[in-house]
């Protein structure tokens, strides 16, 4: 469950990540057709990330687990994207809130311990 929420949360950052290549001047330039496969592929990556979420989601005995995870994962790879690929700023803010989202993660996604009743 903890592998196909972390996959569904890679594919989506990767899926935004053609998105925003698609729309970038420099990469697309005057080419439809760069511009269309970019598209596609973006679309194919999304519908990837979905179908692991939903298998994430029938492993899961809750929803809650792999919509963090997924969440999770999907933010920070984004944000590690943003800032190597497009020079994106990077604050001590931010990473301050990666650091509660990874946190909060950790705790979301921990076994639970039943209590014997005694």
């Not at 990540?17 to 330039?29: A, D, R, Y």
């Not at 029938?58 to 690929?85: E, F, K, M």
């Amino acid at each position: 469950m903890f592998y196909e929420a972390f996959l569904a949360g890679t594919w989506a950052s990767i899926g935004s990540t053609l998105g925003k290549l698609s729309g970038t001047p420099t990469i697309v330039g005057d080419s439809y057709l760069i511009w269309a496969i970019l598209l596609a592929v973006m679309v194919l990556t999304n519908t990837w990330g979905c179908r692991y979420y939903l298998r994430s989601l029938d492993a899961a005995n809750n929803s809650v687990a792999p919509t963090v995870i997924s969440a999770a994962s999907s933010y920070v790879l984004s944000v590690v994207i943003g800032v190597t690929l497009f020079d994106d700023g990077a604050t001590v803010l931010l990473w301050l809130g990666i650091f509660f989202i990874v946190m909060g993660l950790i705790l979301v996604a921990r076994p639970r311990v039943d209590k014997v009743k005694i």
